[in-house]
T-cell receptor, first 114, second 108 residues
Framework: SQTIHQWPATLVQPVGSPLSLECTVE??????LYWYRQAAGRGLQLLFY??????ISSEVPQNLSASRPQDRQFILSSKKLLLSDSGFYLC?????????????FGPGTRLTVL | GQNIDQPTEMTATEGAIVQINCTYQ??????LFWYQQHAGEAPTFLSY????GLEEKGRFSSFLSRSKGYSYLLLKELQMKDSASYLC?????????FGAGTTVTVRA
């Protein structure tokens, strides 16, 4: 069976500090991978998605970046965090291009920028 | 782009039925998903519609009308554990666009 991991689960960082969030998927190969952010009381905002190693598409211009160094690893980074980067970060995966394939979400990382 | 609208909050009594509406405007459409999200947790998949009509899964049903850009999620025989946020999401190509979610509170 497939599983998706995210770490850390919670993070408190000062403004201006760097960020690295990691997501890994087990039990599948060549998944489509996604990073979302959910601000308090808001919907999920798609940040990045990747359909293969080294392929990253950015949805929203901001101070975040993403990388996919391995097939089942997706990393979200920032060089300098802003207060507005606080939120619940969710990684998700889906298999293939079939429309009915739902996205499976990881447990999330709750980031607070102070 | 996609505009997805759903009510912010709904309250219902245990054992009752609640219907959560979702309207969308999109330049492309590959299906509509409903997810459930409990506070502080990740969303979990509930249902998928790509053709017009009703899909039933136990106590949960979802309906889609593509011509109207409209879907609803029907929750029957409400239980306290159904208190959660319900997210409507429209798929276009590889991507899902989510509504802001509807918080359902079930009262005893």
């Amino acid at each position: 069976s497939q599983t998706i991991h995210q770490w850390p689960a919670t993070l408190v960082q000062p403004v201006g500090s760097p960020l690295s969030l990691e997501c890994t998927v087990e039990g599948t190969s060549n998944p489509n991978l996604y990073w979302y952010r959910q601000a308090a009381g808001r919907g999920l905002q798609l940040l990045f998605y990747s359909v293969g190693i080294g392929q990253i598409s950015s949805e929203v211009p901001q101070n975040l970046s993403a990388s996919r160094p391995q097939d089942r690893q997706f990393i979200l980074s920032s060089k300098k965090l802003l207060l507005s980067d606080s939120g619940f970060y969710l990684c998700a995966w889906t298999q293939g291009l079939a429309g009915h394939n739902e996205q499976f979400f990881g447990p999330g990382t709750r980031l607070t920028v102070l | 782009g996609q505009n997805i609208d759903q009510p912010t909050e709904m309250t219902a009594t245990e054992g009752a039925i609640v219907q959560i509406n979702c309207t969308y405007q999109t330049s492309g459409f590959n299906g509509l998903f409903w997810y459930q999200q409990h506070a502080g947790e990740a969303p979990t998949f509930l249902s998928y519609n790509v053709l017009d009509g009703l899909e039933e899964k136990g106590r949960f049903s979802s309906f889609l009308s593509r011509s109207k850009g409209y879907s609803y999620l029907l929750l029957k025989e409400l239980q306290m554990k159904d208190s959660a946020s319900y997210l409507c999401a429209v798929r276009r190509d590889y991507k899902l666009s989510f509504g802001a979610g509807t918080t359902v509170t079930v009262r005893a």
